[in-house]
Nanobody, 120 residues
């Protein structure tokens, strides 16, 4: 049974930093593409960052230069370091896994989400 458990969300002031973690189990973690998505109620979800099994990464334009995605396969964990946070980064952040990065949008493997609130 695939499980993804996020942690690290919270409230921070604009310009601050947070580090999100997502621990995976029930699948071959090192072989999977991992991603962070975010969503607010009534708004379409947004892909924030991806990291493939070979370590290659992609970022949404809105977070480039501020967010960094990394993975530690020894601990089956993916991280998202968020710096220079802005109020528009406020959202629930979800960890997503898929065997291929091209399958992320259709993946059934989502965590429960962790809320990030950035105040101005």
């Amino acid at each position: 049974q695939v499980q993804l458990v996020e942690s690290g969300g919270g409230s921070v002031q604009s310009g601050g930093s947070l580090k999100l973690s997502c621990a995976g189990s029930g699948f071959t973690f090192s072989s999977y593409c991992l991603a962070w998505f975010r969503q607010n109620p009534g708004i379409e979800r947004e892909g924030v960052a991806t990291i493939d099994s070979d370590g290659s990464t992609t970022y949404a334009d809105s977070v480039k230069g501020r967010f960094t995605i990394t993975r530690d396969n020894a601990y089956n964990t993916v991280y998202l370091v968020m710096n220079s946070l802005k109020p528009e980064d406020t959202a629930t952040y979800y960890c997503v896994a898929a065997f291929s990065c091209s399958w992320l949008d259709d993946s059934h493997y989502w965590g429960q989400g962790t809320r990030v609130t950035v105040s101005s």
